[in-house]
């Protein structure tokens, strides 16, 4: 028999705020491990997810929106973006479609793609949400791109319904070099699940609380104890056996922001609480008793220090 050739390498997705890259990271990896929200700026920092398969294994970096980045926060966004950039073997450019026939690739994208020629990265154009288009729009948008951009693919998805995710996984593999997996096959991603947990906590809180809220909002898990995750010898063997007590605190810059995530008698942060819990006993397999508290910390998005403390660098 003959061995199949392998390939394997990094790929990135790059786009601008809320066009869909970590909705397209969870269903390349067919695990949540990027949060998602219908605001702009949710993910904030790189999030490695490894696809493996028999004929190939691809890295893939989800990171935050490039955007005109004003304050510290913005800026160490944009910059771990444009980092990993760098570090790949190929850019997905993922952009989002407007129902127009005669489209415009605008200020936000042209800024990217002028940083996306300097890396000099063989790109692919991924058009994503094409559910929420007629088709009849795509072509005019496709030619429109390709003469911004000598794009090494076109590929239109709905990372939401699953449509052409699978295609563009082949697609990508085409492009990488063939090579030995880069990591053991059972490895998914780098995070800890202290950092999914703190993550799927600020998940809700940027679900669940207005407008103004998400931006000001970091979450910091306090305190990890999982001495009773296993279930003691002799139990029966049920779901959710074992125990894990969680404490985290949710950043606010302001008093006002405070009262907002505490809500009415605590109701806010009550249903921020139950709903993190069940997405953290998912995620972890064991019980989960889940303790928050919510803090000021002062403008801390706008310092380097402030970021630093809330596990920003
Ligand atoms: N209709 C539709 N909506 C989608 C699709 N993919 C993502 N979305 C929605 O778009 C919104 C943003 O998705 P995210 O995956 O958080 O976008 P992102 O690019 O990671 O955003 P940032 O992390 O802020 O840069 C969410 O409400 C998603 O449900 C799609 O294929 N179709
Ligand atoms: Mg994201």
Redesign the pocket.
Known sequence: MHPQTHRSGFAA?IGR??V????L?NQLTGEKL????PKPQ??RNR?LGVVSRPEGQVAFI????IHQAKGELNRYMVDVALQAVDEVDLVLFLVEPVNTEKPEVGPGNRFILERLQKAGKPTFLVINKVDTIPKPVLLPLIERYRHEFPFAEVVPISAREDDGVEELFQSVLQHLPEGEPLFPEDVLTDQAERTLVSEYIREQVLRHCRQEIPYSTAVVVDFFDESERDPPPGAPQGKLAGLIRIAASIYVERDSQKAIIIGKQGQMLKTIGTDARKAIQRLLGAHVYLSLRVRVEPRWSERAAGLKKLGYE
């Open positions: 997705l705020p809320n869909g890259k970590s909705t990271l990027a949060i998602v929200s949710t993910t999030i989800d990171t935050p929106g």
